[in-house]
């Protein structure tokens, strides 16, 4: 399935609406609500506008809502946002509970329907500050009952029961974490008639499962730690990736929103310039650690068996062709005991499927542009420079 880069942008907007960026407030009036709302949206590169802002006091309505990208023509019709429980804690307005309506948008055979969205507890500081934990989105929960896209007008992805949540503030680490209660995806559609052919035979014409992650930023160090990012497929097996670095500040984040920005803008111009200060700004940005980790639940069985079909042969044979041929596959990487290890790990994991890990442990923190350099001017060298490791069944 090929989109268009103007729907995409599209589907990033219905992503903004569901996880719910920022968007802080200063309210003794609807109106204020409103002006601040709509910089806030901005801000998170997203242009918001209203036919018209209703209420007073405790509840303030936005109708007539409408959101486009950054140098994009076309506005995506959102609805009304109810503003329910609206209070103020010092110079802070808190939202006790915004809701979204349900809505849809379609255009080249998408279809996207999202419902039951709100978030509860949202933090709106005043924005005529140098704080920038300002722009930064601070709420306790926030919701989306359910969500499905479907193509040429078959449903290709569902999503149910999303849920996050954050707590901390004030001085303090934020720590965050988030559930989706099952998600589907129809592989069917899947143009590649070998690729369908292979899933087929697997039994994966269907996908189902749940999503959880967790994690935590500290925004005066700039440390994000994401403890756990797990999608576990039925009858499959679960992927899960953590990772930690620093020098995520609201600061470094206020200056990739802006470059993002620039670069949306300059689309189809020469961005060399753009693309040079993006790689010094990820200079800033330090990899203390990440893991990538698959926990089997008979996936591997079944690969190994679709492939034994195709040859005529046992998955014992194919397990035993894999252990061979590897060692050669690595040769290139220039690393002998990398090559080792990976080997002796596979092999384990294809004796007997439980768990395979691979882990990035550096000595000291590396900066993601010093890690971009050693990946073009020398790629041999970089699995010793990341400190890269590989476990099975542990």
């Known amino acids: 399935m090929t989109l268009h880069k103007s729907r995409l942008r599209t589907l990033?907007?219905?992503?903004?609406?569901?996880?719910?960026?920022?968007?802080?407030?200063?309210?003794?009036?609807?109106?204020?609500?409103?002006?601040?709302?709509?910089?806030?949206?901005?801000?998170?590169?997203?242009?918001?506008?209203?036919?018209?802002?209703?209420?007073?006091?405790?509840?303030?309505?936005?109708q007539g809502v409408t959101m486009s990208a950054p140098g994009e023509q076309e506005k995506i019709a959102i609805g009304d946002l109810d503003l329910e429980d609206v209070r103020q804690d010092g110079?802070?307005?808190?939202?006790?509970?915004?809701?979204?309506?349900?809505?849809?948008?379609?255009?080249?055979?998408?279809?996207?329907?999202?419902?039951?969205?709100?978030?509860?507890?949202?933090?709106?500081?005043?924005?005529d500050t140098t704080d920038t934990m300002n722009d930064i989105a601070v709420y306790d929960s926030a919701d989306i009952g359910s969500l499905n896209v479907s193509y040429a007008g078959k449903d290709v992805f569902s999503l149910q029961q999303?849920?996050?949540?954050?707590?901390?503030?004030?001085?303090?680490?934020?720590?965050?974490?988030?559930?989706?209660?099952?998600?589907?995806?129809?592989?069917s559609s899947i143009e590649d008639a070998k690729a369908k052919a292979a899933l087929a035979s697997a039994g994966y014409e269907t996908l189902a499962g749940t999503f959880e992650m967790a994690?935590?930023?500290?925004?005066?160090?700039?440390?994000?730690?994401?403890?756990?990012?797990?999608?576990?497929?039925?009858?499959?097996?679960?992927l899960g990736f953590t990772f930690e670095i620093t020098g995520y500040t609201p600061q470094f984040i206020a200056a990739l929103r802006e470059m993002q920005t620039k670069m949306a803008e300059t689309e189809g111009q020469d961005n060399s310039a753009q693309g040079m200060a993006m790689l010094g700004l990820m200079q800033q940005l330090n990899l203390h650690g990440a893991t990538l980790r698959f926990d089997d639940d008979t996936l591997t069985?079944?690969?190994?068996?679709?492939?034994?079909n195709q040859q005529g042969a046992k998955p014992a044979d194919i397990a035993n062709q894999a252990k061979a041929v590897l060692p050669f596959a690595m040769m290139q990487v220039g690393n002998p005991e990398l090559t080792a290890q990976v080997s002796a790990a596979v092999n384990a994991f294809l004796d007997n499927p439980e768990s395979l890990e691979i882990r990035v442990e550096p000595e000291n923190p590396l900066p993601f542009a010093m890690i971009a350099a050693?990946?073009?001017?020398?790629?041999?060298?970089?699995?010793?420079?990341?400190?890269?490791?590989?476990?099975?069944?542990?």
């Open 91 to 127: 110079e802070t307005i808190i939202v006790g509970t915004l809701t979204l309506p349900t809505y849809s948008f379609s255009g080249e055979g998408v279809e996207v329907d999202m419902s039951d969205m709100s978030i509860s507890e949202l933090q709106l500081p005043p924005q």
């Open 301 to 308: 069985q079944k690969v190994l068996q679709y492939f034994a």
């Open 12 to 62: 990033a907007i219905s992503g903004l609406l569901a996880a719910l960026a920022p968007l802080p407030a200063f309210a003794q009036s609807a109106d204020e609500v409103a002006a601040r709302l709509k910089a806030m949206f901005e801000k998170q590169g997203v242009q918001a506008s209203w036919d018209d802002v209703s209420g007073s006091g405790s509840s303030v309505m936005l």
């Open 374 to 394: 050693s990946a073009m001017t020398a790629p041999t060298s970089l699995p010793q420079q990341l400190g890269v490791g590989v476990s099975a069944n542990e």
């Open 162 to 187: 999303l849920h996050t949540e954050m707590t901390g503030g004030d001085g303090a680490p934020y720590a965050f974490s988030g559930a989706a209660e099952r998600f589907s995806a129809d592989l």
């Open 215 to 238: 994690g935590s930023w500290d925004p005066q160090s700039g440390r994000l730690s994401l403890d756990q990012y797990d999608i576990a497929v039925d009858d499959a097996g679960t």
